[in-house]
């Protein structure tokens, strides 16, 4: 990370520096480094103490990161990086007009985080992307299953090693009604039933 020029103060970078200094001081080895890009700042994070984190980001109100951007991964295979994924979590303060990455670093056999999902509940559906196009694991999501391919769908296709050129058929037809929540099945009656029909 670039310090601040001496005699600099108040400004972004000054803030960016402040809020890794905070994290460190707060969360201790777990914050394990973070770098500056750009103008935006990443902070990696172990994941014993991610959810705790990510926790404080959203619900200080210093900090108040209350918009979660995306929940993706990062696959180095390609690079021998050891651990082998990331996953990122994309983050904006509305209030503070701020922003911010956190990255969890994960072993090829044990790529899990818990869910973010009591933090934000927009969190569901990228988890469940990262979930599908990657593996990994969100321990304790309500719902953790395929949203991009269908449920027969062997593999993850972001992987580094997933086969280009392999090729799934839908052996059966998706029943839309067995999938969907209660809450749209409940609905089913107006407009959209066409949609959900068996």
């Known amino acids: 990370m670039t310090p601040a020029a001496p005699g600099a103060g108040g400004g972004p970078l000054d803030d960016r520096l402040d809020l890794a200094l905070r994290l460190s001081e707060r969360f201790g080895g777990a914050v394990r480094g973070a770098e500056e890009f750009r103008g935006d700042l990443a902070v990696t994070v172990a994941r014993d103490r991610l959810h705790d984190v990510l926790a404080m980001l959203r619900c200080e109100p210093d900090l108040d990161f209350a918009f979660l951007m995306d929940v993706t991964a990062v696959d180095h295979l390609a690079w021998g990086r050891i651990p082998r994924f990331d996953v990122v979590y994309h ?20 790529a899990w985080v818990p869910t973010a999902t009591d933090v934000w509940q927009g969190a569901d559906w990228f988890e469940r992307e990262a979930w599908d196009m990657y593996g990994i694991v969100f321990e304790g999501h309500p719902n953790l299953r395929r949203i991009l ?50």
Do not use: M
């Open 91 to 110: 983050l904006y303060s509305l209030t503070h007009h701020r922003r911010l990455r956190v990255k969890c670093p994960l072993e090829e056999g044990d």
């Open 149 to 198: 391919c269908h449920e027969d769908f062997e593999g993850h296709p972001l992987r580094k090693d997933f086969p280009a050129d392999k090729r799934f058929f839908l052996p059966r037809p998706a029943n839309l009604r067995e999938q969907a929540p209660a809450w749209v099945r409940e609905r089913a009656g107006g407009p959209a039933a066409g949609l959900i029909s068996d």
